[in-house]
Nanobody, 122 residues
Framework: QVQLVESGGGLVQPGGSLSLSCAASGSIIRINTMGWYRQAPGKERELVAT???????NYADSVKGRFTVSRDNAKNTVYLRMNSLKPEDTAVYYC????????????????WGQGTQVTVSS
């Protein structure tokens, strides 16, 4: 079984910082793109940032210059550093990874973490 386990998140004041991490575990052959999505109440899930196995990154316009995505391939872990947080960043943040599992060695599958709450409020 492949799973993504997230940690981090919580309550922070506007202008503050938080870090999230997400570790993939299980019978994995390869991890391609990893990233973060978020979903605010009443809104659809949206992309926050992604990073390829070669470290190419992509960010939503709303977080560019404030958030940084990174990964440690040896640890199968992706990170999200969030600075200058705003109330509109409040959402449940989900880790996502495109993984080639041992059970299906010729195709990749999308996996999601359980989600972690980030609340930005004074």
């Amino acid at each position: 079984q492949v799973q993504l386990v997230e940690s981090g998140g919580g309550l922070v004041q506007p202008g503050g910082s938080l870090s999230l991490s997400c570790a993939a575990s299980g019978s994995i052959i390869r991890i391609n793109t990893m990233g973060w999505y978020r979903q605010a109440p009443g809104k659809e899930r949206e992309l926050v940032a992604t990073i390829t196995s070669g470290a190419a990154t992509n960010y939503a316009d709303s977080v560019k210059g404030r958030f940084t995505v990174s990964r440690d391939n040896a640890k199968n872990t992706v990170y999200l550093r969030m600075n200058s947080l705003k109330p509109e960043d409040t959402a449940v943040y989900y880790c996502n990874a495109e993984i080639v599992p041992v059970r299906f060695p010729f195709r990749s599958e999308q996996y999601w973490g359980q989600g972690t709450q980030v609340t930005v409020s004074s």
